[in-house]
């Protein structure tokens, strides 16, 4: 019996609901259940270590060309969680770029060339 009281003691100290700490917070998510959500890192994406898949060194002026930004933190390790302040400007070749995020630590981003040059 000694050790259950230990146990039950332990258990009263245990935090039940959603916190967040040094590297995890829990996000719910509107469109899920109240109770429901994500476990994402806290981590800050250093733009040092991001990675852009899919971006063609050239695209054609006035047709919309797509994406994918993923961020990762300082360790390299992919930041999983969302709301990153995320900028993507391409000085001399796009007047405005969009940005979507796809709450994962990934970002869609998108633009409309309207100029000829290439895209670095």
């Known amino acids: 019996i000694g050790h259950m009281e230990q146990v039950s003691e332990k258990h009263k100290k245990l935090r039940t609901e959603p916190f967040q700490s040094a590297t995890l917070e829990f996000v719910r998510r509107k469109e899920l259940l109240p109770q429901f959500g994500l476990l994402c890192s806290t981590a800050k994406p250093d733009p040092r270590n991001c990675e852009v898949v899919g971006l063609p060194a050239y695209s054609i002026k006035g047709v919309k060309t797509e994406f994918t930004i993923t961020t990762k933190d300082d360790n390299g390790g992919r930041c999983t969680g969302g709301r990153s302040h ?12 969009q940005v979507r995020d796809n709450m ?14 290439e895209v670095e």
């Open 86 to 97: 995320v900028i993507v400007q391409l000085e001399e070749v796009a007047d405005t770029t």
């Open 104 to 117: 994962d630590g990934s970002y869609a981003a998108s633009f409309v060339p309207q100029e000829v040059g």
